[in-house]
């Protein structure tokens, strides 16, 4: 049954009275988003692998979700709790999915899940779905002229991705195109959703896998930083980019969703080292021979032309390292926060500063 809406939710919401899913709605960037929803005026059903588990009790915390938002246990690798998940909604947001490279825990949850989600949501009516895929399905081919900027036309490379032991991109490529696929068949309208890399606070109790991108740079545990070059883009602006596909009538396709600038590791750790002196950041590139890989440019213009803005990446970074020290996830040693907070802001105003060696 659909959740009745909330006789608080003013009318001019877009939200009221419609009702969504988001699969793994305990993770990094689908609590950004159910936290969105909520703010849009959605009801949302959640799916978690476990509603009583305290990891996922910041969802019940957000603005609404008393009155909007219900958990659900669901698993990919169980399609008759997704169509249980799924009654009563208009739309899906599909976010769940393990990131790891280990191929037993990636491919069949990410292949099998997203056809199970994408079936059961045509079984069940539903129009409309966003998958949250990964820049990983677009960019890794070592055949692409890397001048180029990489658009939503670039897939990535299934035998390279094998041949690499990529398998995170290689399950998330084949869950994609199986998508679109099953999606085309079955009459649904599928968006994608194509995030780099993701950084900025965390709403969820535990750290996730691309936080530790820039937290293993802080604890000692790198202690260099390997020659690659990588985009980012804020976990705010990824929430925003699926509620605007979602909500655009005339949204179709791939959107890859990057602030627009890549970053060396060695400038990431730069950076890092600027804003936050006091960590053991490391210096040195572990490749020691080779010339600095240069990232791929990409284009995130498809956005762009649907009204969004993008947080500038030294931001995100500055904002990933406060959000581990205020949820006691990275100690805070001296100096203050005066002192870094200024240094901060001196910096904000001249990215440019930051980034020089
Ligand atoms: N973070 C990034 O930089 C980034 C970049 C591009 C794309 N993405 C994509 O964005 C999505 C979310 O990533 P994230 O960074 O937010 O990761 P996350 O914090 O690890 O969240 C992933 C969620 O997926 C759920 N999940 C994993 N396996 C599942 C299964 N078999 N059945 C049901 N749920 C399952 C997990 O639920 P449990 O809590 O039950 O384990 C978790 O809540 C993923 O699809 C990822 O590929 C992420």
Partial sequence: MPIEAADNVPAELPGHGRTVCVTGAGG???SWLVKRLLQKGYNVRGTVRNPVDPKNDHLR???GAADRL???RADLME???LVEAFTGCEGIF????PVTDDPEKMIEPAIRGTKYVITAAA???IKRVVFTSTIGTVYMNPNRDPSKPVDDTCWSDLEYCKKTANWYCYAKTVAEQDALETARQRGIELIVVNPVLVLGPLLQPTVNASTEHVMKYLTGSAKTYVNAAQAYVHVKDVAEAHVRVYEAPGAHGRYICAEGTTLHRGELCRVLGKLFPEYPVPTKCKDEVNPPVKGYK???QRLKDLGMEFVPVL?????TVKSLQEKGMLPVLPPGDDVRDNLHEQLMMKPAQLLRN
Avoid: W
């Avoid at 599909?94 to 999915?97: D, K, L, Q, V």
């Avoid at 931001?315 to 904002?319: A, K, V």
């Fill in 28 to 30: 990094f960037i689908a």
């Fill in 61 to 63: 915390a957000f603005d």
């Fill in 70 to 72: 219900v958990l659900l």
């Fill in 79 to 81: 399609p008759e709790t």
């Fill in 94 to 97: 599909h976010a769940a999915s």
């Fill in 123 to 125: 079984d069940m009516g």
């Fill in 298 to 300: 990409f284009t995130n």
């Fill in 315 to 319: 931001q995100s970074i500055y904002e």
